[in-house]
C-alpha cells in the first residue's frame, strides 16, 4: 500500500524540472499544497518543444509561459538554468550549483522516464546528492510512463482544476493535459481503499544511501 506524502512546517523542498513545465506535469500537488516552502530549479529552456517553431522563438515562449505560472503559484524560490534543451548531458555541470543540503524532500524526474533528459536529470541529481552528503527524502516522480509499484502518493482530488490551471499556462504543450491527468485518474482507481480519492500522483522513493528505507511495497 503506498504511504500518502504530507508536508510538514518544518519541510524545506526543492523540485527538479528538466523541462519548464515538468514540475506541474508531476508535482503539481506539492506546488499547491506547499509553494512556499519549495524551490524550483528548471534544468533546460524546453527550445526543442515544437518543431513548427525556431529553437530561439521557442525558448523565448517557453519561458515566458512558466514566468507566468510561477506568478501564479509563487514559490519560495525559483532558479532557471535554461540550457538548450536536449544538450543537458553537455552541460552536467549545472547540478553541482545546486546545493541540495538544506532539503528535506527532493522531488526529481524518474530515472527510467521516456523522455532523455529527464533520465540524465535523475542520474545527474542522485549522484550530485550523494557527493554532498545530503540527507533528504527523495522521491521520483512519474508523467507519461507509470512505475511499477509507487511507494507514495498525493491526493490531488480537490485539486484537479488547480493542477489544469498549471498546465494551461503552458499553451505550447496543451496536449499534454488529458495524457497526464489521465495518469492521475488511472492511479486514483487503483485505490480501492479509498474510493474518495479521484486523481493522485504516485511518487517512488529514492533510495540514496544503503541504510534508507525506500518504503517500497513489494
Known amino acids: 500500500m503506498s ?3 504530507i508536508f510538514t512546517e518544518d519541510d524545506r523542498i526543492a523540485i527538479i524540472a528538466p523541462h519548464p513545465d515538468d514540475e506541474c506535469m508531476y508535482a503539481a500537488g506539492v506546488l499547491l499544497l506547499a509553494s512556499d ?3 524550483i530549479f528548471v534544468l533546460t529552456d524546453g527550445s526543442h518543444g515544437n518543431e513548427e517553431r525556431s529553437i530561439k ?3 523565448a515562449i517557453r519561458k515566458k509561459q ?3 505560472e510561477m506568478a501564479y503559484i509563487k514559490p519560495h524560490a525559483v532558479t532557471w538554468f535554461g540550457v538548450e534543451d536536449t544538450k543537458l548531458l553537455e552541460n552536467a555541470g549545472i547540478i553541482r ?3 541540495f543540503t538544506p532539503y528535506t524532500r527532493i522531488f526529481l524526474p524518474w530515472i527510467e522516464s521516456l523522455h532523455p533528459d529527464h533520465r540524465a536529470a535523475a542520474s545527474m541529481c ?3 546528492i550523494r557527493k554532498q552528503g545530503c540527507h533528504a527524502e527523495c522521491y521520483s516522480g512519474e508523467i507519461f510512463k507509470p512505475f511499477p509499484a509507487p511507494s507514495h502518493y498525493i491526493d490531488i ?3 484537479e482544476e488547480e493542477k489544469r490551471k498549471l498546465i494551461r499556462f503552458h499553451e505550447d504543450q496543451a496536449a499534454l493535459e488529458e495524457v497526464v491527468l489521465s495518469l492521475n485518474a488511472f492511479r486514483a482507481a487503483q485505490m480501492m481503499y479509498m474510493p474518495e480519492c479521484r486523481f493522485a500522483e504516485c511518487f517512488d522513493k529514492v533510495r540514496i544511501w544503503e541504510n534508507d528505507n525506500a518504503d517500497h511495497k513489494r
Open 3 to 5: 504511504k500518502k506524502i
Open 57 to 59: 522563438e521557442e525558448a
Open 66 to 68: 512558466f514566468d507566468a
Open 37 to 39: 516552502k519549495t524551490d
Open 157 to 159: 482530488t480537490s485539486l
Open 97 to 99: 550549483e545546486i546545493d
Open 126 to 128: 542522485i549522484d550530485e
